[in-house]
C-alpha cells in the first residue's frame, strides 16, 4: 500500500516531468470500442470500493470517477460515492482533477505504473468538514483487450486534519478499482 509519506515526493517528481517537458510527445491514450487506440475519449470510468476512516472505524464506500482524456491530457470530470450510511453524503468538487502522467510509464516486468491526481477536493457531512488539495497517488495496473486496468490508490490532504481526510484508500480487503476502457500511457 502507497503511504501518504510517498505522496509528495511521487507529486513533486510527477509534476516536475511535466514542467521539464512541455512539447513532449508523452501523453494517456484509451482503447475504443474498435480496439484501436485513441487519444480523445469520453466516457471513461474508474470505479469500484474504497474505504475511509473516521475515529469509530473504518467505513466501506463505493466511488464512481468520469475521465476525459482529449488530446492525451487525461482528468477526472466527475466523481460520486455510494454506500452504506454516510458514503452518499461524500461530494466531489474542485472539478477536473488534473490526473498526471505516471511516474514511470508502464513497466514491462511488473505491468504497473504509478499516477498522481491532483486538485482533490470531498465534503464530508460527517464529520462536517471539506478537505482540500488532495493528492492521491495510485497504481495503475497494465489492462487487457476487452477489459480494464486495476487501480489502487490513497489520498492525502497535506493541509487537512488527519480524520476523515487522509483516511480514503483502496484495502485489499475491499479489492481494486477497475477502468472500464483499458487506459495507457505512452512515453515520448
Given at each position: 500500500?502507497?503511504?501518504?509519506?510517498?505522496?509528495?515526493?511521487?507529486?513533486?517528481?510527477?509534476?516536475?516531468?511535466?514542467?521539464?517537458?512541455?512539447?513532449?510527445?508523452?501523453?494517456?491514450?484509451?482503447?475504443?470500442?474498435?480496439?484501436?487506440?485513441?487519444?480523445?475519449?469520453?466516457?471513461?470510468?474508474?470505479?469500484?470500493?474504497?474505504?475511509?476512516?473516521?475515529?469509530?472505524?473504518?467505513?466501506?464506500?463505493?466511488?464512481?470517477?468520469?475521465?476525459?482524456?482529449?488530446?492525451?491530457?487525461?482528468?477526472?470530470?466527475?466523481?460520486?460515492?455510494?454506500?452504506?450510511?454516510?458514503?452518499?453524503?461524500?461530494?466531489?468538487?474542485?472539478l477536473p482533477w488534473d490526473i498526471a502522467p505516471p511516474v514511470t510509464p508502464f513497466r514491462p516486468e511488473s505491468f504497473k505504473s504509478y499516477l498522481v491526481i491532483s486538485g482533490i477536493a470531498l465534503f464530508f457531512r460527517v464529520p462536517y468538514?471539506?478537505?482540500?488539495?488532495?493528492?492521491?497517488?495510485?497504481?495503475?495496473?497494465?489492462?487487457?483487450?476487452?477489459?480494464?486496468?486495476?487501480?489502487?490508490?490513497?489520498?492525502?490532504?497535506?493541509?487537512?486534519?488527519?480524520?476523515?481526510?487522509?483516511?480514503?484508500?483502496?484495502?485489499?480487503?475491499?479489492?481494486?478499482?477497475?477502468?472500464?476502457?483499458?487506459?495507457?500511457?505512452?512515453?515520448?
Amino acid at each position: 500500500m502507497i503511504t501518504f509519506k510517498s505522496v509528495v515526493p511521487a507529486a513533486l517528481f510527477a509534476a516536475g516531468a511535466l514542467l521539464a517537458s512541455p512539447a513532449s510527445a508523452m501523453h494517456w491514450r484509451v482503447q475504443g470500442d474498435d480496439g484501436q487506440w485513441t487519444d480523445t475519449y469520453e466516457g471513461i470510468v474508474i470505479s469500484g470500493p474504497v474505504a475511509y476512516g473516521t475515529r469509530s472505524g473504518t467505513i466501506p464506500c463505493n466511488i464512481r470517477m468520469e475521465v476525459s482524456l482529449k488530446g492525451g491530457v487525461a482528468a477526472v470530470v466527475a466523481a460520486e460515492f455510494s454506500g452504506p450510511w454516510s458514503c452518499p453524503d461524500i461530494k466531489a468538487s474542485n472539478l477536473p482533477w488534473d490526473i498526471a502522467p505516471p511516474v514511470t510509464p508502464f513497466r514491462p516486468e511488473s505491468f504497473k505504473s504509478y499516477l498522481v491526481i491532483s486538485g482533490i477536493a470531498l465534503f464530508f457531512r460527517v464529520p462536517y468538514i471539506t478537505c482540500l488539495e488532495g493528492i492521491a497517488v495510485g497504481e495503475l495496473e497494465a489492462g487487457q483487450n476487452g477489459g480494464g486496468n486495476p487501480f489502487s490508490f490513497n489520498i492525502g490532504f497535506p493541509r487537512q486534519p488527519a480524520t476523515p481526510c487522509n483516511g480514503i484508500q483502496t484495502l485489499e480487503a475491499f479489492g481494486k478499482l477497475t477502468t472500464n476502457r483499458v487506459l495507457d500511457f505512452v512515453g515520448g
